[in-house]
Structures are given as C-alpha cells and as structure tokens.
C-alpha cells in the first residue's frame, strides 16, 4: 500500500501545470456511448478513476485506445469507439467502486434504448440518492424499475420522446444523465434549475461538436431539440478547476507563490475571490493564476454553494489553509451532510476546530505538527496533504489510493516547487 511522506515547513515556489478536469472527464467519457463514431478525447488526466470509467465502457462494448505519451508529458489522448453497445448493464462491481458509473445510464438508455444500471448506494460524504436522475429520465419519457440493488430504466418503442423537468435542487450527476439522454430524443426537452457547473458547460460543448442541439449553455434553463445520431468528433477535456484551486491553497498555507498553468480564471471566480478574501495576490497571467502569500493569512467565511457559488470540492482545502489563518472563520457545507470527515486528522495535527452539523468554526493555530493520518474520500486526503506542507516534522498520509483518483501526479507536481514530498510503498 501507498504512503506520502511529506517534510512541512518549505515555502513552495514555481509553476504547477494544471491537468484535465477529472468530473469532466468522467461525463465527457460515457458521451462515446451515444454514437457509432470515434470520439477522441484529449488532456484526459492519468488517474484511477479515468482508467475504470473506460474499463467500465469496455465492458459495454466500447473500445478504448490510448496515444502513446511522452515521458514527463501530462495527460493523454483516448480514442473510443461504441459501433454497437454489446452490454446495456452497468455491474454492482464497477459502480461501488466510482460513483461516476452512474453516468453511463442516460446515454446508454438513449443509444440502446435501455440500461440497467445497479445502484450506487451511500458514500464517505454522505447518502448521495440518484432519485432525480430517475425523476429526469422519467420526464424525458423512460420507464424506471427499481429491483435486486439495480435500476432498469427502458424507452418505450426504443427512443426517448423528450420532455421538461425543473429540478427541486441543483444536482450536477442529474443535469449531465438527463442532457445526455435528451439529445437522442424524439423531441424537444427543457431541463429547468439545471446545474451550471463550467464541467456542464464543457459536457455541452462537446455533446454540440458531436452534432447535438442545445440552447441555454451555461445557464440554469438548457433546452435540448434531440437529434436522429450524434457524430464523433475531437475535443479537450477543460482545465481542472479544483485541482487548481487544491495548489493555490498550497501557496496559501506555506505562504508562497505557485503560477497555476493553463488555469482558466472565469471558471474559478468564487475560488479566487476567497483566496484573495483570505488575504492572497491572485494575479491573472498569460498563463494562468499566479497566488501568492506574501502577509499573514485572514479568516474567511464560507458557505458551499452549486456553482457559481463555492464549490464544495474546495471546503476541505480552504479548511486546512485557514487553520494557519489568525481569528476565527466559519464554514458551512450546503451540499453534502458528512463531509467533514478530515476535521479529526486535522485535529491530531494541531488544528482546533470545532463543527455543529454542517457548520464549523476553525480558530486559528500558529503551527500545526507533523502526525501519521488517513482520509476517507479525496479532498479530504488533499486537505491533510496541505496541512503536511506546513507542519513541523513528517506527516504521512495512508489511502493515498483516495488522492490518485482526482490529482494527477500530485508529488511529482508539488516536488517541482520545492515541496518534500514521497511516495512509499509497502507490503
Ligand atoms: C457533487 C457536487 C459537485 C462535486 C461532486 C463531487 C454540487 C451541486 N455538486 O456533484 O460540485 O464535484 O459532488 O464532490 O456542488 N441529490 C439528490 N438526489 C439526486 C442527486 C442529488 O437528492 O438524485 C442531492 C445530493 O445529495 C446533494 C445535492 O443534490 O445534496 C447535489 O448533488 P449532485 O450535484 O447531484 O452531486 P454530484 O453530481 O455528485
């Protein structure tokens, strides 16, 4: 098993290269089922997850091949193919392993005409239901059967007819199935309060190359005029916003300076103005996003918010910078029920935290020490990495397997500014 063994206490400086966004890789992959022709995706991230999703595909009959890399290049290029869907289920197996799977049952159900998908159950950061994904699908014309731990949903005469749904709370997972599934329909679909994620965004862009009809992009009411096939097409995968914002909070906490390369800004505004609230330069480069710490850090208050509000992947990060922030600053995490779950490894860590259901308050330390800790899910593991940088003596952080699903090389990256940073591994 993995381990990183990280040596606090080193001001990083440099520049970090920033990969393909990972939640837009896992919903720009299933689109490969929506058509008979090649779709190549560019600046994939090399991680675990990206590697299951497309085995998950394989298994569905898709074929993947992936361009040769050069060594010390970042991200790859895939080329899929689904000339036929050979399976329409998505096992119990591949689906607890990455929620993402879920993903596969709009377009499979628009290709195929059917899916059956097994349900993902609960996870670390809470109970996470697929209720409206159903609730969009059965709009859009599917019918829904619940049964043995797995979802069939079938269109009637083979095709979905398109239909509206207005979405009770904003859900990314939702709004990314019913779009995929809408664009093959008969007719017209409106999905209202849709989610307005930049990785929605990027999902349409790409569903529009293909030859999909979509109005509204970028907003919360996306209308969607199905079409007879969707084409193949060529397209790169967009910048990893949160990964992005995971570095940033890196030069916040070793009071540094780290340019984000290919960082794209209009995508991170609530993430820069809150680095810049706690007291950071944030400049705007050719590049990218240059953030430095060059004074103490403030307090901040926070509240997770659907996009463009705060994003909830980025809470446990700033949770670990503002522990080095003098005063107190209040989170607050509206989407998730449980996802405080590094607030006691930050704690044997030195960091003073109090939580109350889904608030916490986090009163400043003056240091934090080194201490062996493990995270459930994978900000979680990237916010006891930050907290690592900035410790006095050695942290190691078990599961590393949680941080190689979303941070693509992250030693090698943080090493190059300067970071002590390893990787170990035992038994
Ligand atoms: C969510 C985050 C996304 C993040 C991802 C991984 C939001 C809005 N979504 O996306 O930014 O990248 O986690 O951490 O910030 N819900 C239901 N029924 C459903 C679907 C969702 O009740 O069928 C609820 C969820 O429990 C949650 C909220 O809606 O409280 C938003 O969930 P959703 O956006 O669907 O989750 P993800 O797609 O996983």
């Not at 392993?97 to 809470?126: D, F």
């Not at 293909?210 to 084409?231: A, F, P, Q, R």
Request: glycine share 12%.
């Amino acid at each position: 098993m993995d381990s990183l063994h990280i040596v606090g206490g080193k001001r990083l400086e440099g520049r970090i290269p920033i990969s393909g966004a990972k939640n837009s890789a896992l919903t720009l992959l299933p689109c490969a089922l929506l058509t008979a022709d090649k779709l190549t995706l560019g600046n994939l991230p090399r991680l675990a997850d990206v590697d299951n999703f497309s085995h998950l595909l394989n298994g569905l009959g898709a074929s993947t091949k992936i361009a040769g890399v050069k060594k010390g290049e970042f991200g790859r290029r895939m080329t899929l193919s689904a000339r036929e869907i050979a399976s329409t289920v998505a096992p119990y197996d591949m689906v607890r392993k990455m929620r993402a799977s879920i993903l596969v049952l709009g377009p499979m159900l628009a290709r195929a005409g059917e899916a059956t998908v097994s349900l993902p159950g609960g996870c670390a950061i809470g109970d996470r239901p697929i209720d409206l994904h159903l609730q969009a699908l059965e709009a859009l014309g599917a019918e829904i059967e619940l049964a043995a731990g797995y979802v069939k949903a079938t269109a009637p005469k083979g095709r979905l007819s398109g239909g509206e749904y207005s979405f009770p709370v904003v859900s990314v997972g939702a709004t990314e199935n019913a779009l995929m599934a809408a664009v093959l329909a008969t007719g017209r679909s409106q999905l209202f309060n849709a989610a307005r994620e930049p990785e929605i965004v990027d999902l349409c862009n790409l569903l529009v190359a293909m030859g999909g009809k979509i109005e509204g992009i970028g907003s919360s009411h996306l209308i969607i005029d199905g079409v007879e096939g969707l084409n193949g097409c060529t397209y790169d995968v967009m910048p990893d916003r949160i990964e992005a914002g995971s570095y940033a909070c890196a030069a916040g906490i070793t009071g540094g300076s780290i340019e984000l390369v290919g960082a794209r800004p209009h995508d991170m505004l609530a993430i820069t103005n809150a680095l810049a609230a706690a007291g950071l330069v944030v400049e705007f480069t050719a590049d990218g996003i240059r953030v430095t710490a060059d004074k103490p850090l403030k307090p901040l208050a926070i509240s997770t918010a659907p996009y463009p509000g705060f994003p909830t992947d980025m809470q446990a990060q700033f949770m670990a910078m503002l522990c080095m922030a003098p005063g107190e600053s209040f989170l607050e995490e509206t989407i998730f029920e449980n996802r405080y779950m590094h607030v006691p490894e930050l704690r044997r860590m030195g960091a003073n935290i109090d939580v109350c259901g889904r608030s916490a308050i986090v009163h400043g330390v003056e240091r934090m020490t080194g201490a062996q800790v493990m995270a459930t899910d994978l900000r979680a593991s990237m916010s006891l990495v930050l907290a690592g940088l900035c410790a006095t003596g050695e942290t190691e952080v078990l599961r590393v397997y949680h941080l190689d699903r979303g941070y693509e090389r992250l030693e090698e990256k943080l090493q190059a500014v300067g970071a002590t940073i390893e990787r170990r591994t035992t038994g």
